[in-house]
């Protein structure tokens, strides 16, 4: 691992949020976002821990298949996108992020923090390839995860139903399951994980292409 490649995984999705920004034409704070993403990276390293602390202990209860789903969806998806949301939501609920706009490009940062410490262990892991793979795969899929939560979080903050919460919770632990099912499930050969990644990029680009003062309730 030199200097080079790890300051590439570590501030590469910080990057995608600056180049969303001035493509959407958001006005958002640079420091607010360096904030979000700081907040971000803390919240995966967290996640981290959860997840190499409770595998061993849990993954033999469950056979080889459901194991897989108990890792892709329980552990690795609702622990950290549970974690995720709960930064998004705090930017919205503490009035950091007032905007709607800056409140997105807000949640995209956070998704990049987590993508960002992710970057790093992979790279320490398994070398320079993969940290490669991942700016192109797992780190725009943490952002648009993160844009998509966002939007239904949101519409929480203004109208005051708490449903669009629990579906931006399930929407993205989903969307985030079925990433690392496919990949967990078959690592070697498997483009099953692309199909999420193009659906969630999808949705969350025609966010933000949408992007209004004020979300439509």
Request: glycine share 10%; proline share 5%; hydrophobic share 55%.
């Amino acid at each position: 691992m030199t200097p080079g490649t790890a300051i590439a995984g570590f501030l590469g999705p910080l990057a995608i949020v600056a180049l969303l920004r001035w493509r959407y034409g958001v006005t958002a704070p640079s420091r607010g976002l360096i904030g979000a993403f700081v907040a971000g990276a803390a919240g995966a390293f967290l996640a981290l821990v959860v997840e190499e602390y409770l595998w061993p202990r849990l993954g033999g209860v469950f056979s080889t298949a459901w194991g897989d789903v108990f890792r892709a969806f329980v552990l690795i998806a609702l622990t950290e996108e549970t974690i995720k949301l709960s930064l998004i939501h705090a930017r919205g609920s503490d009035a950091k992020d007032p905007s709607y706009g800056a409140f997105v490009i807000a949640a995209a940062a956070v998704g990049a923090g987590f993508a960002a410490c992710e970057n790093l262990l992979y790279l320490h892991t398994y070398g320079p390839d993969v940290l490669w793979i991942r700016l192109v795969t797992a780190t725009p899929f943490h952002i648009f995860n993160a844009v998509l939560a966002a939007w239904a979080i949101a519409r929480h903050l203004v109208g005051g139903r708490m449903e669009w919460t629990a579906a931006a919770l399930t929407l993205s632990v989903v969307a985030h399951g079925l990433y690392d099912y496919a990949l967990i499930s078959a690592p070697v050969g498997n483009s099953h994980f692309l199909l999420a990644l193009a659906l969630v990029s999808m949705v969350a680009l025609a966010i933000l292409r949408r992007l209004r003062p004020v979300p439509q309730v």
